[in-house]
Every structure is written in structure tokens, then in C-alpha cells.
């Protein structure tokens, strides 16, 4: 089995509660991807996620507001109550992203800070992201208390010392598409040397779809591709990979245990 551990089935080309959307859960199905995250990244959106997706069994939410949609307002109340669906298993995607959106760091940074401070009060793992925010993502982190309710830190395109900062705050890594990139030698000597019990796959959907696909949409289907890039990365069987990135998703997103009854 393996679970593609962060999508936005709300933003692939299918529509509302329609048999597409249904088949391509089920594409996903045969390729052996038995469950998905679907990842909220804007507050005024999440209504229209749940909507979308949660007559799916096999779907997990968040709840969050990405660095980039923070523009929007963070209302923390709001979200407190999304995060009360018996469905959401995170808080997030949250984070901090300088590389496209440098001039709103301070509101990035107030809004991470709510966001890990919510995450504490619901007792939910984080899903973050980061990009270019290596030392204010692993400072917040640490300041706000994090490693209480731990996370991951997902789409990972940093190095390695981030990386081990973040693990040892208990954080997950977890590894998109990005990986069977032609440029992504670094990325690829991170991955290699990431424990198998702090290892997650993903998709990151629609977007980013792994070698053979690029240039398609990405779906969760795919993450089966990405999952045997990183078992021949790390000198893995793939069946092996797939059953410790499973165990750990269910570790770490315990609400997500319950409901699958695992």
C-alpha cells in the first residue's frame, strides 16, 4: 500500500462530485495508493474542498492557509472550526515562502506563528512549507513549541542540515516529484540519507508530475512513480518503501489511523 501524503484534489480537472474525480481515486487505487491527504492552502477555500471530496472514504483533509494566500486574512477562529471536521487530521499548509513573496514576510511570519499555535491547541501535526525561509521556518519551529504536535515538511527542496534540524524536532520529510528532476542532485543526496522512519511520498498534485509524466497534470496515481525512484535512490525494494512510508503517515497523522482503523 502506499498514501500519497499531500494532493489538492480540489484543483485537478474533475469536476465536483463527479465520477472523474471518483476515477481517478480509483487510477490511483490500482496502482496500489489506497489513501490520500488533500491539503487546504486557502482559508476561503475549504468549504468548497470538503465539499469536493469528503463523500471519498479513502480522503483525508487539512486545514491551513499557505504562505502564498495569507494576503487573503487569517482568521484563526474560522480555521479552528474547519480543524474540528472529523476528517482534518493536520493544520496546514502553512510555512513561509521569501522566494515568491518576499514582501509579505512579516504577515508570513504572523501567520506560521497562529498556525503552529492552533496546531497546539488541536493537537494536530503541521504540514509546512518552505522555501528560501530556512532559518525563521526551523527559529518559529522551535519557538512556537512544534515539536509537541510534530509534522512534516513537505515537497522538501532544501539541504540536508535543514533537514536534520527538522527531524529533530521530530518533523518528517517528505518527498515529491521533484525528486526524478534532471537538476535535482542535491535533492537526491538528502533524500538517500533521510531515515526510513522519518521518510514520507507524495504528489503535491496537480502539480510537478515525476518523470514519465512531466508536463501532464499530476494526480495521485503518480506518487507510485515517485515511490520507486526513491526506492532505487536509496537501494530499497520498493514493496519495503512502500510499507514504511505507509506506517510512518499513520504515526504521524494519528487521526487519520483512527479513521482508516489501522
Same mark, same amino acid.
Given at each position: 500500500?502506499?498514501?500519497?501524503?499531500h494532493?489538492?484534489?480540489?484543483?485537478?480537472? $474533475?469536476?465536483?462530485?463527479?465520477?472523474?474525480?471518483?476515477?481517478?481515486?480509483?487510477?490511483?487505487?490500482?496502482?496500489?495508493? =489506497?489513501?490520500?491527504?488533500?491539503?487546504?492552502?486557502?482559508?476561503?477555500?475549504?468549504?468548497? *474542498?470538503? !465539499?469536493?471530496? !469528503?463523500?471519498?472514504?479513502?480522503?483525508?483533509?487539512s486545514?491551513?492557509?499557505?504562505?502564498? =494566500?495569507v494576503?487573503?486574512?487569517?482568521?484563526?477562529? %474560522?480555521l479552528?472550526?474547519?480543524?474540528?471536521?472529523?476528517?482534518?487530521? $493536520?493544520?496546514?499548509?502553512?510555512?513561509?515562502? #521569501? #522566494?515568491? $513573496?518576499? !514582501?509579505?514576510?512579516?504577515?508570513?511570519?504572523?501567520?506560521?506563528?497562529?498556525?503552529?499555535?492552533?496546531?497546539? &491547541?488541536?493537537?494536530?501535526?503541521?504540514?509546512?512549507?518552505?522555501?528560501? @525561509?530556512? &532559518?525563521?521556518?526551523?527559529?518559529?519551529?522551535? =519557538?512556537?513549541g @512544534? !515539536? /509537541?504536535?510534530?509534522?512534516?515538511?513537505?515537497?522538501?527542496?532544501? +539541504?540536508?542540515e535543514? $533537514?536534520?534540524? @527538522? *527531524?529533530?524536532?521530530?518533523? #518528517?520529510?517528505?518527498?515529491?516529484?521533484?525528486?526524478?528532476f534532471k +537538476? @535535482?542532485?542535491?535533492?537526491? &543526496?538528502?533524500?538517500?540519507?533521510?531515515?526510513?522512519?522519518?521518510?514520507?511520498? %507524495?504528489?503535491?498534485?496537480?502539480?510537478?508530475?515525476?518523470?514519465?509524466?512531466?508536463?501532464?497534470? +499530476? /494526480?495521485?496515481?503518480?506518487?507510485?512513480?515517485?515511490? &520507486?525512484?526513491?526506492? %532505487?535512490?536509496r537501494?530499497?525494494?520498493?514493496?519495503?518503501?512502500?510499507?514504511?512510508?505507509?506506517? +510512518?503517515?499513520?504515526?504521524?497523522?494519528?487521526?487519520?489511523?483512527?479513521?482508516?482503523?489501522?
Amino acid at each position: 500500500m502506499l498514501i500519497d501524503s499531500h494532493c489538492h484534489l480540489d484543483r485537478l480537472k $474533475a469536476g465536483p462530485c463527479d465520477t472523474s474525480l471518483a476515477s481517478l481515486l480509483g487510477a490511483a487505487k490500482t496502482r496500489g495508493v =489506497d489513501y490520500v491527504l488533500c491539503v487546504n492552502v486557502r482559508q476561503k477555500g475549504f468549504d468548497a *474542498m470538503r !465539499e469536493r471530496v !469528503e463523500m471519498f472514504d479513502n480522503v483525508f483533509l487539512s486545514s491551513g492557509v499557505h504562505p502564498l =494566500d495569507v494576503k487573503e486574512g487569517l482568521d484563526v477562529a %474560522e480555521l479552528k472550526a474547519f480543524a474540528s471536521h472529523p476528517k482534518v487530521v $493536520a493544520i496546514g499548509e502553512t510555512g513561509l515562502d #521569501y #522566494y515568491y $513573496a518576499d !514582501e509579505s514576510r512579516e504577515l508570513q511570519l504572523q501567520c506560521f506563528e497562529q498556525q503552529i499555535a492552533l496546531a497546539r &491547541e488541536v493537537n494536530k501535526p503541521l504540514i509546512v512549507h518552505t522555501r528560501d @525561509a530556512r &532559518e525563521d521556518t526551523i527559529r518559529l519551529l522551535k =519557538d512556537g513549541g @512544534a !515539536e /509537541q504536535v510534530g509534522g512534516v515538511l513537505h515537497c522538501f527542496t532544501e +539541504n540536508w542540515e535543514m $533537514a536534520k534540524a @527538522a *527531524m529533530d524536532l521530530g518533523f #518528517y520529510i517528505s518527498v515529491s516529484g521533484i525528486v526524478t528532476f534532471k +537538476n @535535482a542532485a542535491e535533492l537526491r &543526496e538528502v533524500i538517500r540519507k533521510v531515515p526510513k522512519d522519518r521518510l514520507l511520498v %507524495e504528489t503535491d498534485s496537480p502539480y510537478l508530475a515525476p518523470v514519465p509524466h512531466r508536463g501532464q497534470e +499530476n /494526480q495521485p496515481a503518480y506518487v507510485r512513480d515517485v515511490a &520507486e525512484f526513491v526506492a %532505487e535512490l536509496r537501494g530499497e525494494k520498493f514493496a519495503e518503501l512502500a510499507e514504511f512510508t505507509t506506517r +510512518n503517515f499513520f504515526t504521524l497523522f494519528k487521526d487519520a489511523a483512527r479513521l482508516a482503523g489501522r
